[in-house]
């Protein structure tokens, strides 16, 4: 079946390194999403891609789809302690009727 | 504007009964999605609800099930509660246009004793 990986499933930073998480599909995506989770919270959405090559920034996060829409990712420039938390990728397909695939997510800690 | 509530914040079980949890979603949004989150784990997908009608459904037995209303509002049932059943539950409500975003709630920890 459909699947979303996304790797790595923990990445431990100094603080002031930069991280990155992986997120890559097995069938062609409409659109992907990346949600934060901080410890003890919800998923809360970040961003959303819907075009092939597409790049966003928001501050130090920087969000990149993939050219052929089945990858993105997730760079954080400088991390801060309150980058802390579990970054979740979310790729929507119509393949099938629509789905909403969440990755297995990145728990980020950040050591100060 | 109120976001997504979610009721009760915990609920505390014994194996073989049974688990009602609620989900009230942003007003105007017509879409409700049920995961369950196990103790530092990933989102499963249980559920998808939209304009009442079940459209979608995880990898889960049928003992999980649930329902959406008029209102949009949404109930979990999880039947002959079994001790891995304990998790957070999260419930999310999009507009239903599809391509969407989630907006979830603050959860219900189920505790299965």
């Known amino acids: 079946g459909q699947q979303v990986m996304q790797i790595p499933q923990y990445q431990h930073v100094q603080e002031g390194e930069d991280f990155t998480t992986y997120c890559n599909s097995s069938?062609?995506?409409?659109?992907i999403q990346w949600y934060k989770q901080r410890p003890g919270g919800h998923p809360v959405f970040l961003i959303q891609?819907?075009?092939?090559?597409e790049v966003k920034k928001q501050k130090r996060l920087t969000f990149q789809f993939g050219e052929a829409k089945k990858n993105s990712s997730l760079h954080i420039t400088a991390t801060q302690t309150t980058d802390v938390g579990t970054y979740f990728c979310?790729?929507?397909?119509?393949?099938?009727?629509?789905?909403?695939?969440f990755g297995a997510g990145t728990r980020l800690f950040v050591k100060a | 504007e109120a976001g997504v509530t979610q009721s009760p914040t915990h609920l505390i079980k014994t194996r073989g009964q049974q688990a009602t949890l609620r989900c009230s979603p942003i007003?105007?949004?017509?879409?409700v999605y049920w995961y369950q989150q196990a103790l530092g784990l990933g989102l499963q997908f249980l559920l998808w609800?939209?304009?009442?009608?079940?459209?979608n459904r995880g990898n889960f037995p049928p003992r999980f099930s649930g329902r959406q209303f008029p209102n949009y509002s949404s109930e979990l049932n999880v039947n002959a509660l079994e001790l891995e059943d304990s998790a957070l539950y999260l419930c999310?409500?999009?507009?239903?246009?599809?391509?969407?975003?989630?907006?979830f709630g603050a959860g219900t920890r189920l505790s299965v004793l």
């Open positions: 007003s105007g949004h017509t879409s």
């Open positions: 979310a790729g929507q397909t119509l393949t099938g009727g629509f789905k909403t695939i």
């Open positions: 609800y939209d304009e009442g009608e079940e459209r």
């Open positions: 891609l819907v075009k092939s090559g």
């Open positions: 999310a409500s999009s507009d239903g246009t599809g391509e969407d975003i989630q907006y």
């Open positions: 069938t062609t995506l409409s659109n």
